[in-house]
């Protein structure tokens, strides 16, 4: 059970150039999450899913798109990557029990730099 | 949309001391508030959590409490370690409106001298 797995771990990127982040998770949870974590801004939400074949907006979302094409994936694309984007990004995953939502569960990121 | 404000930025203490990190939000809908410690490179991880029907909560040496009326809660640590510096955040959860986020503070970094 390897939980949530983040793929690449880092990642070099020149402005201007695309990307996909994926992002598995083998726990069957309903719920998926990117953050990006900034120094000194703590973790900012891009964008979530509450199920396959969904997607929704969070507080950052210019710049990026996601796609939840199976249950246990979720992508993040950069269609033109810019400097302001580097960043650590870390995807999430939870579930919900009995109407209750649970922890989330985090990935161990992927550093992405943009020159 | 929520607004998680956490305070103090950085904190200092004694091994064997005390450590409380305090926080606000701003949306009564938001339903459960977990706290992450995060070490240095690392994945942030679960610590303890509180849902808005419970008051407080404890675990060993970590204990939240949460005062719904003036939409704070608060991370106590007891008896400090050096194992415990990191940096802690708090969040709330919103599940209303279609809405179904989690907003973090922005952190707290601990540090616990020897």
């Known amino acids: 059970n390897a939980g949530v797995t983040q793929t690449p771990k880092f990642r070099v990127l020149k402005t201007g150039q695309s990307m996909t982040l994926l992002c598995a998770q083998d726990?069957?949870?309903?719920?998926m999450y990117w953050y990006r974590q900034d120094p000194g801004m703590g973790l900012r939400l891009i964008h979530y899913s509450v199920g396959e074949g969904t997607t929704a907006k969070g507080e950052v979302p210019d710049g990026y798109n996601v796609s939840r094409l199976k249950k246990q994936n979720f992508l993040l694309g950069l269609e033109s990557a810019a400097p302001s984007q580097t960043s650590v990004y870390f995807c999430?995953?939870?579930?919900?029990?009995?109407?209750?939502?649970?922890?989330?569960?985090f990935g161990d990121g992927t550093r992405l730099s943009i020159l | 949309g929520e607004n998680v404000e956490q305070h103090p930025s950085t904190l200092s203490v004694q091994e064997g001391d005390s450590a409380v990190i305090k926080c606000t939000y701003s949306?009564?809908?938001?339903?459960?508030f977990p706290w992450y410690k995060q070490e240095l490179g690392k994945r942030p991880q679960l610590i303890i959590d509180?849902?808005?029907?419970?008051g407080e909560k404890k675990d060993q040496r970590i204990a939240v409490t949460l005062n719904k009326t003036a939409k704070h809660f608060s991370l106590h640590i007891t008896e400090t370690q050096p194992e415990d510096s990191a940096v802690y955040f708090c969040a709330a959860f919103e599940s209303g409106a279609g809405s179904y986020q989690l907003t973090f503070g922005k952190g707290t970094k601990l540090s616990v001298i020897p």
């Open positions: 949306d009564s809908a938001s339903n459960y």
């Open positions: 726990m069957n949870h309903e719920y």
């Open positions: 999430a995953s939870s579930m919900i029990n009995r109407g209750l939502n649970q922890p989330q569960h």
């Open positions: 509180i849902r808005s029907n419970v």
